[in-house]
């Protein structure tokens, strides 16, 4: 089982954002939780992709069309470090 840390930015963030979005931030880190940062290739609406950029080594999520869950992963200690949940700027 992998362990999550978010910070705590992310959690006060989570209170303020939708109901939608807070939902399905808690099956992405389900997901996570128990099959790792891997099996999220296999469901194709939360589009994982690696970073680039200032975000360089990192990774998103789309949790919607808008709102992205930007991670790091840890693969040694199965670790996943929550950096950022944010609307993504087009």
Known sequence: MWTIYESD???KRCSKL???IVKKYELWKSVVRY???DKLKEFKGFHDEALRGEWSGSRSSRLSIQYRVIYSV???EETIYVE?????EY
Do not use: S, T
């Open 74 to 76: 840890e693969r040694k």
């Open 84 to 88: 950022d949940i944010n609307p993504h």
């Open 9 to 11: 930015w992310v959690r």
């Open 35 to 37: 099959n790792g940062p």
């Open 18 to 20: 939708p109901k939608q």
